[in-house]
């Protein structure tokens, strides 16, 4: 029975990979666009901009969107309907004060920012508008991760890949609109895939709305919410933090160099969005604690090999998509790469601590991160801004994660290869540290690199793997070859 699970649930994983790797594109297809238009001063205003608009809406959401993957497979034909429609009423009302709120603060906004680039104060209120369509946006998008419509998803994220770069080059490009012309696009296109959407999902709707609903989602999510907007606030604090010791410029080579690490929260998010459903729809089941294993080390395996993929090629991807004033934003890539892998691996652990009804450990634990990230800030960022900073997100994401395996072993033991694990991080460190300083001319460095990667793979496959799984893989790749040359 464990394996039909993993394999549906690997399926699913993959068909929201390609959504959310397509989704996720979009930020890279913008890079050689936004980088040929504006300089690194003005990227740094579009970043903060962003990004404080991202750590808004997330907050904004109270907690719904986990109260909901909770609740909705214990509910069904118009009981459920009533939920579902009266928890995005709720959060679409919520959206629309919230943007008004922005929007009328516009020029406060934009002078915190202590920006000269024209067309800001625009730019900020048109980025308020679209609170409302990236939230039926998103809220539409979980309605088919919980339907199991994993190629709608993708489908939509395909439009999204497509459409919002070429709307974006005409405002930024064609029009010549500036900044502001950024979130006109963002705005146009969100306007138009929200309502694609919440067609699609038509049959999740229903009137009358009710309070009840929403009231029981909210008792669940609210204990769990604190945690979720530090963590969110992680991904705002540092651009914060380096602002006010560095120029806008160092803030934009940091948010080019977060952005291009943003390739792991594909994978990340593409596991989460289909681990969660899985997860609670397997609470209590005979083989869980199977699941969570096999889970943990597959995506433990995949979250190394990428992280160590990005920090190798990362000077190597910037020279091609950017131009040679980003370049230097490489040496914050490994830093970065590392906070994501770590960051990552917690989506699992936190998962055991809301079936276990310990929600309020996510939120101590979060308060614990943010604290160490806070400290190591202080002591670094003054002397060493970028470098100091991302040195700081990497510790502090460890110590979390060290945090969350404390706490999610005594309430639900892991039969897991610890030390071995631990011995991988170490080895792909020790990689990046040999790279990092030995210089070789380009093309040699190439080869060495994913020589480097290859045996680093091997050997983390051989170390993470039982025998008996490793067995399995090899006689499913005896009947590949097999089939391949009958074919042939």
Same mark, same amino acid.
């Given at each position: 029975?464990?394996?039909?699970?993993?394999?549906?649930?690997?399926?699913?994983?993959?068909?929201?990979?390609?959504?959310?790797?397509?989704?996720? $594109?979009?930020?890279?297809?913008?890079?050689?666009?936004?980088? =040929?238009?504006?300089?690194?001063?003005?990227?740094?205003?579009?970043?903060? /901009?962003?990004?404080?608009?991202?750590? %808004?809406?997330?907050?904004?959401?109270?907690?719904?969107?986990?109260?909901?993957?909770?609740?909705?497979?214990?509910?069904?034909?118009?009981? =459920? =309907?009533?939920?579902?429609?009266? +928890? !995005?009423?709720?959060?679409?009302?919520?959206? +629309?004060?919230?943007?008004?709120? &922005?929007?009328?603060?516009?020029?406060?906004?934009?002078?915190?920012?202590?920006?000269?680039?024209?067309?800001?104060?625009?730019?900020?209120?048109?980025?308020?508008? +679209?609170?409302?369509?990236?939230?039926?946006?998103?809220?539409?998008?979980?309605?088919?991760?919980?339907? #199991?419509?994993?190629?709608?998803?993708? %489908?939509?994220?395909?439009?999204?890949?497509?459409?919002?770069?070429?709307?974006?080059?005409?405002?930024?490009?064609?029009?010549?609109?500036?900044?502001?012309?950024?979130?006109?696009?963002?705005?146009?296109? /969100?306007?138009?895939?929200?309502?694609?959407?919440?067609?699609?999902?038509?049959?999740?709707?229903?009137?009358?709305?009710?309070?009840?609903?929403?009231?029981? &989602?909210?008792?669940?999510?609210?204990?769990?919410?604190?945690?979720? $907007?530090?963590?969110?606030?992680?991904?705002?604090?540092?651009?914060?933090?380096?602002?006010?010791?560095?120029?806008?410029?160092?803030?934009?080579?940091?948010?080019?160099?977060?952005?291009?690490?943003? *390739?792991?929260?594909?994978?990340?998010?593409?596991?989460?969005?289909?681990?969660?459903?899985? !997860?609670?729809?397997?609470?209590?089941?005979?083989?869980?604690?199977?699941?969570?294993?096999?889970?943990?080390?597959?995506?433990?395996?995949?979250?190394?090999?990428?992280?160590?993929?990005?920090?190798?090629?990362?000077?190597?991807?910037?020279?091609?998509?950017?131009?040679?004033?980003?370049?230097?934003?490489?040496?914050?890539?490994?830093?970065?790469?590392?906070?994501?892998?770590?960051?990552?691996?917690?989506?699992?652990?936190?998962?055991?601590?809301?079936?276990?009804?310990?929600?309020?450990?996510?939120?101590?634990?979060?308060?614990?991160?943010?604290? &160490?990230?806070?400290?190591?800030?202080?002591?670094?960022?003054?002397?060493?801004?970028?470098?100091?900073?991302?040195?700081?997100?990497?510790?502090?994401?460890?110590?979390?994660?060290?945090?969350?395996?404390? #706490?999610? #072993?005594?309430?639900?033991?892991?039969?897991?290869?610890?030390?071995?694990?631990?011995?991988?991080?170490?080895?792909?460190?020790?990689?990046?540290?040999?790279?990092?300083?030995?210089?070789?001319?380009?093309?040699?460095?190439?080869?060495?690199?994913?020589?480097? /990667? *290859?045996?680093?793979?091997?050997?983390?496959?051989?170390?993470?793997?039982?025998?008996?799984?490793?067995?399995?893989?090899?006689?499913? +790749? =005896?009947?590949?070859?097999?089939?391949?040359?009958? *074919?042939?």
């Amino acid at each position: 029975m464990s394996r039909e699970k993993i394999a549906g649930f690997s399926r699913d994983a993959m068909l929201y990979g390609l959504g959310n790797t397509l989704g996720r $594109i979009v930020g890279l297809v913008m890079l050689p666009i936004l980088t =040929r238009v504006f300089n690194t001063g003005d990227y740094g205003a579009i970043d903060l /901009l962003s990004i404080s608009y991202m750590f %808004v809406l997330i907050t904004m959401k109270v907690g719904i969107p986990s109260g909901l993957q909770r609740f909705y497979y214990q509910e069904e034909g118009g009981s =459920r =309907r009533r939920m579902v429609t009266s +928890c !995005a009423a709720f959060l679409f009302l919520l959206a +629309c004060v919230l943007a008004t709120g &922005v929007a009328l603060s516009s020029d406060f906004i934009t002078r915190a920012l202590q920006s000269d680039v024209p067309g800001l104060r625009r730019g900020v209120v048109a980025l308020a508008l +679209c609170m409302p369509m990236e939230t039926i946006w998103d809220y539409s998008l979980l309605l088919l991760r919980l339907r #199991r419509r994993a190629v709608v998803f993708s %489908v939509f994220n395909v439009i999204r890949v497509v459409l919002t770069p070429a709307v974006t080059y005409y405002f930024v490009v064609s029009r010549g609109t500036g900044i502001e012309g950024v979130f006109y696009a963002k705005l146009l296109s /969100l306007t138009l895939l929200a309502v694609g959407l919440v067609l699609t999902a038509r049959s999740e709707w229903t009137l009358p709305l009710r309070w009840g609903p929403v009231h029981r &989602v909210l008792r669940f999510a609210l204990p769990g919410h604190p945690g979720l $907007i530090i963590r969110t606030l992680m991904n705002v604090l540092p651009q914060y933090m380096l602002a006010a010791v560095a120029p806008l410029s160092a803030v934009g080579l940091f948010g080019i160099a977060f952005r291009l690490s943003n *390739v792991m929260k594909v994978f990340v998010g593409s596991f989460n969005l289909a681990w969660n459903p899985f !997860a609670y729809q397997n609470e209590g089941a005979a083989d869980e604690q199977r699941l969570y294993e096999v889970a943990f080390k597959g995506f433990f395996g995949l979250m190394m090999l990428l992280g160590l993929t990005l920090a190798l090629f990362a000077r190597e991807v910037l020279t091609v998509l950017a131009t040679p004033e980003f370049v230097p934003a490489a040496v914050l890539i490994p830093g970065i790469a590392i906070y994501f892998a770590v960051d990552g691996l917690t989506i699992i652990l936190s998962t055991i601590l809301y079936t276990r009804d310990q929600v309020r450990w996510a939120t101590y634990l979060n308060l614990l991160r943010i604290g &160490v990230f806070l400290a190591m800030g202080a002591l670094l960022l003054p002397r060493y801004e970028a470098k100091g900073l991302v040195v700081a997100l990497a510790g502090s994401a460890l110590i979390y994660l060290a945090g969350y395996v404390w #706490r999610a #072993r005594r309430v639900f033991p892991l039969a897991l290869p610890w030390t071995a694990m631990v011995s991988a991080m170490a080895a792909a460190g020790g990689i990046l540290w040999f790279f990092a300083v030995t210089e070789f001319p380009m093309w040699p460095t190439l080869g060495l690199k994913a020589l480097a /990667l *290859v045996i680093f793979a091997i050997l983390l496959f051989a170390v993470l793997l039982q025998s008996a799984e490793r067995r399995a893989i090899g006689e499913l +790749c =005896r009947r590949v070859q097999v089939r391949k040359a009958h *074919v042939v």
